[in-house]
């Protein structure tokens, strides 16, 4: 099974992600197609040591910027890295996409090129977070601003079914965010997602709280793609002011610094946990394939945790799932709309 890397697309591309692509391909033996300029490329390999190592290259003469529109991108540069990374899923000779560039053009190439799971209607990006009972799979984190109550209902079963399949978690619990616990909290879209939901053949939780993410209360948590992103942005954040914080304080004083020398393989082991390279990326849920979107600014570590986990997403059979798990819960369709619309009528 190959992964294709659009070695394009990142913010220090190409030579993040053929650094990345190395070392996967070495630590992991996977084998991988890296797709972009040719002589570019094959200047990259040149200075890393990659006799035995299963990696090709895949010529594209087009890339996909960071201000470029997405459906401009995917529509008029045909030839652009990221979206023949996902054709070569199409055509059998890759089993994953990996792209650090353009999230959107990202997105949307996954969709245009190799369709949507039937039933799906709109394509979510997940994310893993660490907590204190191990990981929560988060989405959508910013595919879709704008949701529907059916939208996020299939958010929750796509989510389900990769937290299984892909993550190992036997039975994970959905939880959905909102404001509260109770019933009565939320706005319109949670409040008819969680009716929805209860519908479901899924192990749904009810309402969680912003809180509750970190704490492991469930292991998937569903919401639209403006609140996930900024739940994200704002976990980042928080990592980073965090970390910052504490080494200001360390250095303050003599006591401090003493201290730290004791605690430091613990404090080595926190920065771990936290550390988003060691996911790479976040899955996009709910295309007829499999694609990975890393952060632009990505670096080799990011980049081979990427491939690794495109890898071990591709050997799931997490799309099948999904389409299976849809059809026995018929009510995340669009037919609850239309037929609500003619009780109205």
Known sequence: MRVAVDAMGGDNAPAVEVAGAVAACREFGIAITLVGDRARLEDELSKHRINGLDIDIFHASEVVG??????????????????????????????AAVSAGNSGATMAAGMFVLKRINGIERPAI????????????????GGNVDCK???????AIMGEVYAHYALGITNPAVGLLSNGEEDSKGNELTRETNTI??????????YVEGRDLFKGTVEVIVCDGFVGNVVLKLSEGLAEAAAAMLKQEIVKSWVSKLGYLFVRSAFHRFKKIVDYA???GAPLLGIN???????????????????????DYAKSGVTQRVAEKLSENSMVNTQRDSQKTQAIA
């Open 66 to 95: 960071m201000h470029d529109s997405a459906s401009d991108a995917v529509r008029k540069k045909k030839n652009s890295s990221v979206r023949l990374a996902f054709e070569l899923v199409k055509e059998g000779k890759a089993s």
């Open 289 to 311: 394939g499999v694609g990975m979107i890393c952060h632009g600014g990505s670096n080799v570590k990011a980049i081979k945790n990427a491939i690794r986990f495109a890898h």
């Open 197 to 206: 939901l209860r519908e479901t053949s899924l192990n749904y939780a009810g």
């Open 126 to 141: 997940a994310q893993i977070f660490p907590t204190l009972k191990g990981k929560t799979l988060v989405l959508d984190v």
């Open 278 to 280: 060691e996911y790479g």
């Open 149 to 155: 109550p059916q939208h996020l209902a299939q958010f």
